[in-house]
């Protein structure tokens, strides 16, 4: 019997030549709120839950390690996740920066889950949307995780229950992040905005009874 193999291509981004040393460095949300999680929940077994947070990788192409995501409670023992880099208009995430699909099948466990880019030769810039979509599994019974947000400021996050609906801008930021190489001599992103609620919620107040 004959074997053919069907071509397949991709667009490859433009080379760009940085003689600076390069550090590994986090972008994105590297905390979460003590108190407040999201959850994440399938409404039918044949579900796909997909959130997307944007995050400011920088002016230059920055090779991407890792993502970060952090779960804070799940009756799941592992998970199967695509990850998507798309592309955002200051409204909602575009289109795929990334053609291909990239798909991890991961252990979960409580905290940051880091899943491993370095074999995908992955170089993006700018501000971009990271997307984290949870594949279904027919017949694994009810699954969800509780993720990490943010309730303060920063770069916003969205929520969609299906491959072709709308994206739902979120009230929070999701805790994530990505490793990336970054030029040494690049300042470090600022440090997260304080988060209003966390304030409010360490709030004593001395009564005379």
């Given at each position: 019997?004959?074997?053919?193999?069907t071509?397949?291509?991709?667009?490859?981004?433009?080379?760009?030549?940085?003689?600076?040393?390069?550090?590994?460095?986090?972008?994105?949300?590297?905390?979460?709120?003590?108190?407040?999680?999201?959850?994440?929940?399938e409404?039918?077994?044949?579900?796909?839950?997909?959130?997307?947070?944007?995050?400011?990788?920088?002016?230059?192409?920055?090779?991407?390690?890792?993502?970060?995501?952090?779960?804070?409670?799940?009756?799941?023992?592992?998970?199967?996740f695509r990850?998507?880099?798309?592309?955002?208009?200051?409204?909602?995430?575009?289109?795929?920066?990334?053609?291909?699909?990239?798909?991890?099948?991961?252990?979960l466990?409580?905290?940051w889950?880091?899943?491993?880019?370095?074999?995908?030769?992955?170089?993006?810039?700018?501000?971009?949307?990271?997307?984290?979509?949870?594949?279904?599994?027919?017949?694994?019974?009810?699954r969800?995780?509780?993720?990490g947000i943010?309730?303060?400021?920063?770069?916003?996050?969205?929520?969609?229950?299906?491959?072709?609906?709308?994206?739902?801008?979120?009230?929070h930021?999701?805790?994530?992040?990505?490793?990336a190489?970054?030029p040494?001599?690049?300042?470090?992103?600022k440090?997260?905005?304080?988060?209003?609620?966390?304030?409010?919620?360490?709030?004593?107040?001395?009564?005379?009874?």
């Amino acid at each position: 019997d004959a074997v053919r193999l069907t071509p397949f291509s991709y667009n490859l981004p433009a080379a760009e030549v940085v003689r600076k040393q390069r550090v590994e460095r986090k972008l994105g949300n590297r905390s979460h709120h003590a108190f407040f999680n999201y959850a994440l929940e399938e409404r039918r077994p044949d579900d796909v839950i997909e959130v997307a947070q944007v995050i400011e990788l920088g002016p230059l192409s920055v090779p991407i390690l890792a993502v970060n995501f952090f779960i804070s409670d799940t009756p799941m023992d592992s998970a199967t996740f695509r990850i998507g880099f798309r592309g955002f208009d200051w409204e909602r995430p575009t289109g795929p920066l990334v053609q291909r699909s990239i798909v991890r099948r991961v252990a979960l466990m409580h905290g940051w889950l880091a899943m491993d880019l370095r074999k995908e030769h992955i170089s993006l810039k700018g501000t971009i949307a990271l997307t984290l979509e949870l594949l279904p599994e027919p017949g694994a019974g009810n699954r969800w995780m509780s993720v990490g947000i943010r309730l303060g400021g920063g770069r916003p996050a969205f929520d969609r229950r299906g491959t072709f609906e709308q994206w739902d801008r979120m009230p929070h930021r999701y805790s994530i992040n990505v490793v990336a190489m970054v030029p040494k001599d690049e300042p470090d992103q600022k440090a997260e905005d304080p988060d209003p609620f966390q304030h409010a919620v360490d709030l004593r107040i001395t009564a005379r009874a």
